[in-house]
C-alpha cells in the first residue's frame, strides 16, 4: 500500500497564491475591508476611503476631531487589523 499525502484546500490555496505573487494583494484586500469592521460602525460612517501603500493604511476621514483622537490610538489599531487579517500586512496607518 502507499501513504497519501493529504493536504488541506486552504494550505494549496495559499501555497498557489504565494507562487503566484497574489497573496499580499489579496491580505491587502482584506486588511482594507476589515477596516469598518475593526473601527466600528461609528468611525466607519466618517470614513471616506481607504488604500494601503508601502505598508501603511491611509484612512481618509471626514471629521479633523477624529481624525485627532484616532491618530493617538493608531498602534492599537495596527495590531487589531494585522491579527484580524492573520498576518503582518501594515506597520502603521495615517489618518487624512
Not at 14 to 19: A, I, T, V, Y
Request: net charge positive; glycine share 4%; hydrophobic share 45%.
Amino acid at each position: 500500500m502507499f501513504k497519501r499525502d493529504v493536504q488541506s484546500i486552504r494550505d494549496l490555496v495559499l501555497r498557489n497564491l504565494r507562487q503566484q505573487g497574489l497573496e499580499t494583494p489579496l491580505l491587502q484586500k482584506r486588511l482594507v475591508d476589515a477596516w469598518p469592521l475593526v473601527a466600528g460602525p461609528v468611525i466607519a460612517r466618517y470614513t471616506q476611503g481607504a488604500y494601503i501603500m508601502n505598508q501603511v493604511l491611509h484612512v481618509k476621514l471626514s471629521s479633523p476631531a477624529l481624525r485627532a483622537d484616532l491618530s493617538m490610538r493608531r498602534r492599537d489599531f495596527v495590531q487589531r487589523l494585522n491579527a484580524y487579517v492573520g498576518s503582518h500586512v501594515i506597520v502603521d496607518i495615517r489618518f487624512c
